[in-house]
Every structure is written in structure tokens, then in C-alpha cells.
């Protein structure tokens, strides 16, 4: 059975958002899959619990 997933909305500026599809697109990403890359890195790298 698959893993039940969370949507996780972000708010940001027009013009932060247009250069993040742009580095998305430079690793062949959208800019969905390179956000969730980017939290899940995170995550795993500072979370102490």
C-alpha cells in the first residue's frame, strides 16, 4: 500500500519563484519535485529527534 503523502504550500515573491523553476529546469526537475527534494534534505540533515 503506498505511503500516504501531505501537501505543503509555500508562499513566495514572483521573482524567487521564476529563478527556482529555472534551477529546477537546469537539474531536469519541476519545481514541486526540487522543493520536496529540498525539504526532505533538509530534514534529514537537522532533525535530532
Excluded at 508562499?11 to 520536496?36: H, P, S, W
Amino acid at each position: 500500500m503506498a505511503e500516504e503523502k501531505k501537501r505543503f504550500v509555500l508562499l513566495v515573491d514572483n521573482e524567487i519563484f521564476e529563478k527556482f523553476k529555472v534551477l529546477a529546469k537546469e537539474q531536469n526537475r519541476t519545481a514541486g519535485n526540487l522543493g520536496t527534494k529540498l525539504v526532505n534534505d533538509y530534514v534529514k540533515e537537522n532533525y535530532k529527534g
